[in-house]
């Protein structure tokens, strides 16, 4: 689409001042993708869920809105007809807030009062497509949209404004030529013919929620999201999945079927997950990784042909090289195993001391085959999981890393009898119960100002000093409990005391729901993790280690610190998940940055490239440490010739 003359340019884009608050929550939009399912039960926005294209969700009304006022963003057909079919419900605000404390609703208002000024005054408005018949449209969007149907390529710059960038400050920006929508794996086909056809590069897209720059091309941009199918085979016991399903909305209909799935955040399409890392969760432990959790997969190559992994003459993607691969093809389908659940399930903490400590006890939980499901997880982590708002997050983190002496948690998924295991090694369990507690009380671990009640602090101190026991213990104590409920207040209303006045009774509700506070849930579905980059863009790094090695780890961990503190970049350990029976493990630490702050970027970006520098080095010479980044275009190869150097 070419707009013609200076004229023409002036009137279409217009000239309109999108507010400074608009202008600021747009800017801050992580690009996780929530608002894309109905994770807290509240209703998914309409407009995308019958749209598709990212810029009928409020993430893509948010870029837009950001492009609008950086006077980059022409007034189209597509741009009236997305600003109208914002109802301004407002189940974005509840969705963007329980994750990043954005408030999108002025952001969705000023796009409709963008459009409606430049509307009222008469000015142009850009057609989407003119006449197929005329030489000046694009001959590759003509055939796209004759394989999928018109309304589902587009060119529009009001659709391919929303696939343009992503947070991640090494993330080189590129417009797609078209973005189109395919149902079926037919469908796929016939892009990729049409791309080599025309010579144009492709790049797939599931739901873009990686923010590393890995979805981004000046080519056809495929976006998955209408492959919702799902077929489940209990006999064979095991799920075939479209490549438009988020992990989410799997494992919800898994688990009302009594199953569960292994996958990863919420919001990432399987299939695409499966290829561009495999899946990583703390259910690792007991389901493995990359081809642990797949039966047979369905790609269309290159070149626009169609197989299965398990076809003897297709390409081998079972191997692994320790290089930047290339895509492999476009992964339509996936055959997920299913896995059984009991129930007696639960989920518990242990709090140690040190990382060295966690890392040889999660190993040995590993060895042992106690729990299904094992992490050890930092402050930050815990705290950012457990509270709705930042502020509450860094006082949690104090609580726990100062008051009980435990900046480390390993997280414990199992059932009765695994719980009964780590008793009888004498460790301090902090039960989910106490975990609900502590959760729906958390706004009263410090009262306000002027509120003469005793403290959780107050009233564990003093017994801590008489017998020398570690706080920690205290609160795990079945005699205290009366004490700390009394404390904490706990209940979906204090909670929700935390957020703002008009969120309350939302965040009541939701809290009133068991699942919310359910540490087995919680970890199946992941809806908190994207927490993390609450206060700032998370950049995680994943490195594969040996778990026998916990000096290997400390070592990985204490470097990446150094080199974020050297650049003033927050920083903080993620959490470590063991494998294959506590030979590997994941280890992730994060580096944070401001993504509107030009100086934060540049030096996040040096950050990056010390690490890559440290971890390659590092991997050169300690057996079984592996970077993530090698996984890319690999995650369906073979566990072992990954983790094991043969």
């Known amino acids: 689409m070419t707009i013609r003359g200076e004229n023409q340019v002036r009137e279409v884009i217009g000239i309109f001042m999108i507010s400074n608050e608009a202008a600021r929550t747009a800017g ?36 837009l809105v950001k492009a609008v006022a950086a006077g980059k963003l022409p007034v189209t057909e597509r741009l009236v007809d997305i600003a109208d079919t914002c109802t301004l419900c407002g189940a974005c605000d509840v969705q963007c807030h329980f994750i990043s404390e954005l408030r999108p609703m002025p952001v969705m208002k000023e796009l409709k009062k963008h ?6 005054a008469g000015k142009p408005v850009l057609p989407e497509f003119d006449d197929t018949s005329l030489s000046s449209n694009d001959p590759l969007l003509v055939e796209l949209r004759g394989i999928t149907g018109p309304r589902w390529a587009s060119n529009d710059p009001a659709i391919t404004t929303a696939y343009f960038s992503d947070p991640c400050p090494v993330t080189i920006p590129k417009l797609p030529r078209a973005v189109v929508l395919p149902q079926s794996a037919e469908e796929v086909e016939g892009i990729v013919r049409a791309a080599k ?3 144009v590069p492709f790049m797939v897209r599931g739901n873009g929620s990686s923010v590393m720059g890995f979805v981004m091309t000046d080519g056809i941009l495929v976006d998955t999201q209408r492959m919702k199918t799902m077929d489940f085979d209990a006999d064979n016991w095991c799920v075939t999945v479209g490549a438009g399903v988020p992990a989410f909305d799997l494992q919800k209909e898994a688990f009302a079927r009594g199953y569960r799935v292994n996958v990863a955040e919420p919001a990432a399409m399987v299939c695409a997950n499966l290829m561009c890392s495999g899946i990583m969760s703390l259910f690792s432990t007991t389901y493995g990784t990359l081809d642990d959790g797949y039966v047979d997969a369905e790609f269309v190559s290159p070149e626009g042909d169609r197989f299965r992994l398990k076809d003897k003459r297709q390409p081998d993607l079972s191997r692994f090289a320790l290089k930047d691969q290339p895509l492999a093809g476009i992964c339509t389908s996936v055959q997920m195993k299913l896995y059984p659940m009991t129930a007696d399930e639960e989920g518990f903490l242990v709090p140690v001391e040190s990382l060295q400590e966690a890392l040889v006890f999660v190993r040995e939980l590993s060895i042992r085959r106690i729990g299904f499901g094992l992490g050890v997880l930092g402050a930050d982590y815990i705290s950012a999981f457990m509270s709705p708002s930042s502020t509450l997050a860094r006082a949690v983190k104090e609580f726990t890393e100062s008051t009980l002496r435990a900046p480390f948690m390993v997280m414990v998924l199992g059932d009765a009898k695994d719980r009964a295991a780590v008793e009888s090694m004498n460790r301090t369990i902090l039960s989910n119960n106490l ?3 502590l959760m ?13 009640q005793d403290t959780l602090t107050d009233i564990l101190q003093p017994l801590g000093d008489a017998d020398g026991q570690p706080l920690s213990d205290l609160l795990a104590r079945s005699d205290l409990q009366p004490l700390i409920e009394a404390a904490l207040k706990p209940s979906p209303e204090t909670h929700a005391g935390a957020v703002p006045e008009d969120l309350r009774a939302a965040y009541a509700r939701l809290y009133a729901r068991p699942e919310m506070t ?3 849930w919680l970890n199946m579905f992941r809806i908190l993790s994207s927490r993390m980059g609450r206060e700032k863009h998370l950049l995680p790094l994943i490195m594969y280690v040996p778990l026998d090695k916990p000096e290997v780890i400390g070592a990985l961990a204490s470097g990446l610190k150094r080199i974020a503190d050297s650049l003033n970049l927050k920083n ?3 959490f470590v998940s063991p494998l294959d029976l506590g030979k590997r493990a994941f280890l992730e630490y994060d580096f944070y940055l401001d993504q509107n702050d030009p100086d934060e970027i540049q030096r996040s970006r040096m950050a990056l490239d010390a690490a890559a520098e440290f971890i390659e080095k590092t991997s050169a010479s300690v057996t079984g440490v592996q970077w993530i980044r090698y996984t890319l275009n690999q995650g369906c190869c073979r566990k072992e010739y990954l983790l094991y150097s043969i």
């Open 28 to 63: 801050q939009c992580r690009h996780y993708s929530m608002c894309k399912i109905d994770y807290l039960g509240t209703g998914l926005c309409p407009a995308g869920a019958e749209n598709h294209f990212v810029s009928y969700y409020p993430q893509g009304r948010m870029d």
């Open 115 to 120: 459009v409606k000024e430049h509307l009222a």
């Open 197 to 199: 056809k025309h010579g």
């Open 435 to 437: 975990f609900r507690t």
């Open 440 to 452: 729906l009380g958390l706004p009263n671990l410090k009262p306000a100002a002027g509120d003469l």
């Open 518 to 520: 359910d540490l087995v």
């Open 572 to 574: 903080d350990f993620g």
